[in-house]
């Protein structure tokens, strides 16, 4: 894995956690508007959007260099519009990554033909 394709899978890590997490708390927001006088959701709903909007971004851009499958694109598109879909996403990313870099440091000594 070259260091591009590696920097566009952490971008997408580091956003898909606070993305599932502001998700959540605009859902909390859109109930206790409902409920009570408390109304946040005009300021979790930008956070939630612009947060949204990264991790479509870095999305697109790791399934430009991982040349990923459809279906692999797919569920990480579909996580971003999933309550605790980032953080599922995060885990599988992580786990990605580091057989990613086994395969690279196996192809270097040689061991396999990965």
């Known amino acids: 894995m070259d260091i591009k394709t590696a920097s566009a899978l952490r ?5 898909s956690a606070p ?3 502001s998700f959540l708390l ?8 409902r409920t009570t006088e408390f109304n946040a959701v005009p300021v979790m709903g930008a956070i939630h959007g612009l947060l949204f909007v990264l991790y479509v971004l870095f999305w697109a851009d790791a399934w430009n ?6 279906g692999t694109a797919a569920f990480y598109f ?3 519009v999933l309550p605790t879909g980032g953080f599922f996403a995060d885990k599988r990313l992580k786990r990605e990554a580091e057989d990613a870099v086994i395969a ?3 192809r270097k000594e040689g061991v396999v033909g990965a």
């Open 19 to 21: 993305e599932a997490v």
């Open 65 to 70: 260099r991982t040349k990923w499958p459809l």
């Open 78 to 80: 579909l996580m971003s």
């Open 104 to 106: 690279t440091r196996a």
């Open 11 to 15: 971008r997408l890590r580091l956003v």
């Open 26 to 33: 605009l859902l909390v927001c859109s109930v206790l508007k």
